[in-house]
C-alpha cells in the first residue's frame, strides 16, 4: 500500500516536472516580451541576447524533466528523433537547393517542437498539465495586461503596428478561461475571473494582435460546443440560447461595434488596430496570403512526385 501511494506520488511529481518544462516557454517568452517592449530592444543587438538568455532558461526547464521523459518513453524519444533526422538528411541530399532555409527551421523543430511533443507524449495524468496550464496561463495574462497597459500610455514600443507574438501570448489565457467560462458548477469567483481575462484578452488581441489568434479562439469556441453533444438539461438548452441569441445580435452590429472600438483606441491611444481595420475591410484582407498559396500550388503540381522538398516555400517565395 505504501509503495503504490510512493508511485502514485512519484509520478504525479513527474507529471508536474513535465507540465513545467512544456508550459515554461509561454511565461518566459512572455517575460522576454516585456523586457524588449519596455526597453525598446526590438531589433538592436541586445534583442538577440535577450533570446538567447530566454532559451536557455526553457532549455533548463526541458532538461530537468527529461530523465522523466526517458524513463516513461525513451524508444519514441529516440525514434521519433531518428525519423526526424532521417528526413532531414534525405531533404539535404534530394533537395540541396533548400539547405539554407531548411537550417533556419531546425533549432524550432528539433529543440522546440520535437520535445514538446514529446514531452507531452510523455504525461500520465492530464490534470496535472491543466492544472498547471491555468497558472502559468494567469501568471501570462497579467504580464501581457502589464505590456498592453505600458503600450497604451506610450511607455513601451511594439516594434510595428501590431504584434503577433502578444496576441499569440495572449491567446493561452483567453483559451484556458473560455474553457473554465463554459464549465459547469464553477465558483462566483472563477465566473468573474474567467469573464475579465476573457473579455480583456479578446480586447488586447483586437487592439494590438493578429487575427490569427481570434481566429484560434472562434475555432475553439466552436469544438467546445460540436464535442458537447450530450443530451443537456433545459437550463443548460436556455443558456446556449440566450448565449446564441448574444452572439446573433453582436454579429448583426459588428461593423459599429469594431468601429467604435477603433476609435476609441484611436482617439484615447493613438493606437490605429490594423486588426479592426482588417476586419472591417470588405472583402476579407488575406494580406497577399492568397497569391502565396497560388504559387505554391503551381510548384506543387509541377513536381507531383517528389514534392518541393521542405521549407522550399521560403526559397520561392524569397521569405
Not at 516585456?34 to 530566454?54: A, M, R, W
Request: proline share 3%; glycine share 4%.
Amino acid at each position: 500500500m505504501i509503495s503504490k501511494l510512493q508511485n502514485f506520488s512519484q509520478n504525479i511529481l513527474e507529471d508536474k516536472r513535465i507540465s513545467i518544462a512544456i508550459m515554461s516557454s509561454f511565461a518566459i517568452l512572455t517575460i522576454q516580451y516585456l523586457i524588449l517592449t519596455y526597453f525598446n530592444l526590438i531589433g538592436t543587438p541586445l534583442e538577440d541576447k535577450v533570446h538567447i538568455i530566454s532559451k536557455a532558461v526553457v532549455g533548463f526547464f526541458y532538461l530537468a524533466a527529461l530523465p522523466s521523459v526517458l524513463k516513461r518513453n525513451k524508444f519514441e524519444f529516440i525514434s521519433i528523433y531518428f525519423i526526424s533526422i532521417f528526413i532531414f538528411l534525405l531533404n539535404y541530399i534530394f533537395f540541396n537547393e533548400n539547405w539554407p532555409y531548411l537550417r533556419n527551421i531546425i533549432f524550432p523543430y528539433f529543440f522546440i517542437c520535437l520535445p514538446s511533443f514529446a514531452y507531452s507524449y510523455s504525461i500520465n495524468d492530464w490534470n496535472v498539465l491543466k492544472n498547471v496550464m491555468k497558472k502559468i496561463s494567469l501568471f501570462v495574462f497579467f504580464i501581457g495586461a502589464i505590456i498592453s497597459v505600458l503600450v497604451f500610455t506610450n511607455n513601451a514600443f511594439l516594434g510595428g503596428q501590431y504584434s503577433m507574438s502578444l496576441s499569440y501570448y495572449m491567446l493561452l489565457p483567453l483559451l484556458v478561461y473560455t474553457n473554465e467560462l463554459l464549465k459547469k458548477n464553477k465558483s462566483i469567483f472563477v465566473a468573474l475571473l474567467s469573464i475579465c481575462v476573457v473579455l480583456i484578452s479578446i480586447f488586447v488581441i483586437l487592439a494590438l494582435g493578429s487575427r490569427g489568434a481570434v481566429l484560434s479562439w472562434m475555432t475553439f469556441v466552436e469544438l467546445k460546443f460540436i464535442v458537447k453533444k450530450k443530451k443537456k438539461k433545459k437550463k443548460t438548452i436556455l443558456l446556449y440560447l440566450i448565449v446564441f441569441l448574444i452572439l446573433v445580435i453582436i454579429l448583426v452590429f459588428l461593423g459599429s461595434i469594431l468601429e467604435n472600438i477603433y476609435n476609441f483606441l484611436f482617439q484615447q491611444f493613438g493606437i490605429r488596430s490594423r486588426n479592426i481595420q482588417l476586419f472591417l475591410t470588405d472583402p476579407t484582407h488575406l494580406s497577399g496570403r492568397k497569391y502565396l498559396y497560388k504559387d505554391m500550388i503551381q510548384e506543387i503540381q509541377s513536381h507531383p512526385i517528389f514534392g518541393i522538398g521542405l521549407a522550399a516555400d521560403r526559397r520561392i517565395i524569397g521569405v
